[in-house]
């Protein structure tokens, strides 16, 4: 989990949210937390005990995608602070496709919620990895 957790503070920092390196602090509590979250929801899905490495940045990503949903649902980030510039207008992995709007009625939060929808991905990309169990 550590190296998930290093993985996870380098891509916020990426992406510029400032995450505090104080031990046991609330970013902290919340990663874990998120970490734990994601982790149980792709092994429920997948039938595996463990994440396999070819989900590793995805998982990332579903932990990145929760970590700031849960902070803006709290009302501890501020969005409007966020850069949302170095945001492609469109991005395809594979059959999944998300478009930016970036015309000047676009507000912060809504480039953020769906900066968030396409951090979160969804179960299609678990299907190679999917284990039958009886």
């Known amino acids: 989990m550590s190296n998930m957790l290093e993985d996870v503070k ?10 505090s390196n104080e031990p046991n602090n609330q970013d902290e509590i919340l990663l874990n937390f ?13 039938n595996l005990s463990e994440i396999p490495l070819g989900l ?22 501020a969005i409007e602070t966020l850069d949302f510039e170095l945001i492609a207008k469109q991005v395809q992995d594979g059959d999944t496709n998300v478009t930016f709007a970036v015309d000047a009625n676009n507000t912060p939060e809504a480039q953020f919620n769906s900066f968030i929808a396409y ?4 179960e299609v990309d678990f299907t190679r990895y999917r284990v039958m169990v009886w």
């Open 10 to 19: 380098t891509r916020l920092k990426s992406l510029g949210v400032p995450i």
């Open 34 to 46: 998120s970490i734990v979250k994601v982790t149980n929801h792709i092994n429920n899905h997948t």
């Open 56 to 77: 590793h940045e995805i998982a990332v990503d579903m932990v990145v995608g929760e970590f700031l949903y849960t902070k803006k649902s709290m009302g501890a980030l």
């Open 119 to 122: 951090l979160q991905h969804n």
